[in-house]
């Protein structure tokens, strides 16, 4: 099923260069599958769910390249958005997940998303060991 939704504004989230090149560049409406669309979540700016898909594909990128694998262990720094999509892709890929950070609430987070292991880096200086 088709949607037609008003074309996104300079600096907004937008389409993606086929999308873009089939629509148009700069229409005031386009017609494109429902299946293309997803709702910006209300406490996200469109800048903020701009990023959304850069994150994600940085961390897809980044693991599968060179495919990261099943019972393989992956390292992540911080708990932004890369570091999050590189956590569940790796989870997806059965491969085991460390991530590290200085804050205690965001390895919490990090743990209930399926980080195997988390360390503190600040609580714990010499970190590299425990990993």
Same mark, same amino acid.
């Given at each position: 099923? !088709? ?13 993606? /260069?086929? !999308? ?5 560049? /700069? ?14 979540? #209300?406490?996200? &700016?469109?800048?903020?769910? &701009? ?7 940085? #961390? *897809?990128?980044?693991?599968? @390249? ?9 390292? %992540? +720094?911080?708990?932004?958005? %890369?570091?999050?999509? #590189?956590? +569940?892709?790796?989870? @997806?890929?059965?491969? /085991?997940?460390?991530? @590290?950070?200085? &804050? ?5 987070? #990090? ?8 360390? $503190?880096?600040?609580? $714990?200086?010499? *970190? *590299?060991?425990?990993?």
């Amino acid at each position: 099923m !088709e949607s037609v939704v008003p074309s996104p504004t300079a600096g907004s989230a937008g389409l993606t /260069r086929a !999308e873009q090149s089939r629509a148009g560049r /700069r229409p005031e409406y386009v017609s494109l599958s429902e299946r293309a669309l997803v709702r910006t979540p #209300a406490y996200l &700016s469109d800048d903020e769910a &701009s990023t959304l898909p850069i994150a994600a594909l940085t #961390a *897809w990128q980044a693991l599968t @390249l060179k495919p990261l694998q099943r019972d393989q262990s992956l390292l %992540v +720094q911080g708990t932004g958005g %890369v570091s999050i999509f #590189a956590l +569940q892709f790796a989870k @997806l890929f059965g491969a /085991r997940v460390i991530v @590290l950070s200085s &804050s205690d609430d965001k390895l919490a987070r #990090a743990k209930k998303l399926g980080a195997d292991a988390t360390i $503190n880096y600040r609580k $714990n200086p010499v *970190w *590299w060991k425990e990993v």
